[in-house]
């Protein structure tokens, strides 16, 4: 008699086949929260609720395609890892449609450029990643302000927008255009080479904030923070620009009304927070 054949053991047959797939990525998840201190093979199948045999064979595997380092008995994610949450990272930001993001900040950028008397932007890239763009504005209502027209674009290394977004833009895309990069001067004479912009950057990702003082023109001072939609996925900056000799005695209070308003409007752009 010809046995019929069933869910259960079709069922059976089809987990093992997705089993390591999945701890795969569960390997890659531990990691990543694990990164400064690693983690060592007892506690890493333990986590996966896996044999430690299974456990050791994928790590192998994963070390030999550089997605895993051993380092004395500590695993710890490796280069080829962070090469592909750059290209996620890099996906999602291009996922995301800009075409909304002019009206729905408008009534963010309009309280921001009350809050702080100044004139308020939003930038972009554009599509070649090269330049920043405005897509939005809100003007401040004092008779001297700081005038640009929606869909001028703005280096990325002078300006504060074009900066907020070079520092926060995915490394390899980073690296790529820093590669490419000329020496150049401000509007002051101020010479910025490659070593330069570096370090602006380094500064800018450990306090969120970029800042320009007659760089692009002389007497306007700017500050810029990213609208992110995932923490390192940034999709636009968001821009307060002003006469240098009015913004400097408030700069404090316009960086926290800027910080607070990015906040608000990655929250609106669908911000989500790593586990």
Do not use: W
């Not at 009304?257 to 609106?268: D, G, H, N, Q």
């Amino acid at each position: 008699m010809q046995a019929k054949p069933t869910d259960g053991p079709i069922e059976t047959q089809e987990q093992p086949r997705l089993r390591s797939p999945a701890r795969i990525l569960k390997i890659i998840q531990i990691l990543a929260k694990h990164q400064d201190t690693g983690q060592n093979l007892s506690k890493i199948s333990a986590m996966l609720s896996a044999p430690k045999t299974s456990t050791f064979s994928l790590l192998r595997a994963l070390c030999q395609e550089g997605y895993v380092r051993l380092a004395g008995s500590q695993y710890h994610l490796g280069n080829s890892a962070f090469s592909l949450a750059a290209l996620i990272n890099s996906a999602q930001a291009k996922s995301v449609d800009l075409t909304e993001l002019p009206d729905l900040a408008m009534p963010f950028i309009r309280q921001l450029a009350d809050d702080v008397g100044e004139t308020v932007f939003i930038s972009s890239l554009t599509p070649d990643q090269n330049e920043a763009i405005y897509i939005a504005r809100a003007e401040s209502k004092h008779p001297i302000r700081f005038m640009a027209s929606i869909g001028e674009r703005r280096p990325l290394y002078s300006s504060s927008g074009g900066r907020a977004l070079l520092a926060f833009m995915p490394k390899e895309q980073r690296e790529a255009y820093l590669k490419s990069f000329k020496p150049t001067t401000t509007a002051t004479g101020t010479v910025i080479d490659r070593q330069a912009l570096r370090s602006m950057i380094e500064t800018i990702q450990e306090s969120g904030i970029a800042t320009t003082s007659d760089d692009t023109h002389v007497g306007v001072s700017a500050y810029a923070t990213p609208i992110l939609v995932s923490p390192g996925v940034p999709v636009a900056a968001l821009i307060v620009a002003a006469p240098t000799e009015r913004s400097k005695p408030k700069q404090s209070s316009i960086i926290r009304s800027l910080t607070a308003c990015a906040k608000e409007l990655s929250l609106v752009m669908g911000y989500k927070a790593l586990d």
